[in-house]
T-cell receptor
Framework: GAGVSQSPRYKVAKRGQDVALRCDPI?????LFWYQQALGQGPEFLTY????????KSGLPSDRFFAERPEGSVSTLKIQRTQQEDSAVYLC?????????????FGPGTRLTVT | RKEVEQDPGPFNVPEGATVAFNCTYS??????FFWYRQDCRKEPKLLMS???SGNEDGRFTAQLNRASQYISLLIRDSKLSDSATYLC??????????FGGGTRLMVKP
């Protein structure tokens, strides 16, 4: 079956540009998470959705970061006025309610480079 | 201080060796514990959960010491295919996962 997919896989943006990163979770998965992974570091939590409700956005680093999941399926992470420190891999993960809290399935990530 | 701390390595071991990784976490309210594996330029994947009683999955053994806030992973009879970064992961309230920085393992022939 299909896993979590993300697009684009790679994105190069000039500083100041806006970017939109898409995540297609596993069909039927209620929970969706976004993480940011800098080079040589572990993933860091950004935000969490249960269906269309954004239940936790405590990890978003600034108000330039915005995420949505309007129909409870596909999610978009938007970064406005990108800065060099936004360069990282952005990982999306999904899980079902039936799974345990650690059973999150990750997509391949979008590697964002801000020049 | 990071919430979940790991030795970044790399650990360079020969095939067949036994290797152990440790991890400490700072939030005593943490409820669930896991090891994830991440291959180079790939996404993290759940390796195993960690239970207070200790648990084993083939060549892999995970242990949790809640009193010391310490988690370990032991790999016996290392294979070349075990080369990866091993991420220690903690779950607190809600479903958010907190990852350590990862420990890199290189198994050599």
């Amino acid at each position: 079956g299909a896993g979590v997919s993300q697009s684009p896989r790679y994105k190069v943006a000039k500083r100041g540009q806006d970017v939109a990163l898409r995540c297609d979770p596993i069909s039927g998965h209620v929970s969706l998470f976004w993480y940011q992974q800098a080079l040589g570091q572990g993933p860091e939590f950004l935000t969490y959705f249960q269906n269309e409700a954004q239940l936790d956005k405590s990890g978003l680093p600034s108000d330039r970061f915005f995420a949505e999941r309007p129909e409870g399926s596909v999610s978009t992470l938007k970064i406005q006025r990108t800065q060099q420190e936004d360069s990282a891999v952005y990982l999306c993960a999904s899980s079902s309610l039936a799974g345990g809290p650690g059973e999150q399935y990750f997509g391949p990530g979008t590697r964002l480079t801000v020049t | 201080r990071k919430e979940v701390e790991q030795d970044p390595g790399p650990f360079n071991v020969p095939e067949g060796a036994t290797v152990a990784f440790n991890c400490t976490y700072s939030n005593s309210a943490s409820q669930s514990f896991f090891w994830y594996r991440q291959d180079c330029r790939k996404e993290p994947k759940l390796l195993m959960s960690v239970y207070s009683s200790g648990n084993e999955d083939g060549r892999f053994t995970a242990q949790l010491n809640r009193a010391s806030q310490y988690i370990s992973l032991l790999i016996r009879d290392s294979k070349l295919s075990d080369s990866a970064t091993y991420l220690c992961v903690v779950n607190g309230a809600g479903n958010m996962l907190t990852f350590g920085g990862g420990t890199r393992l290189m198994v050599k022939p």
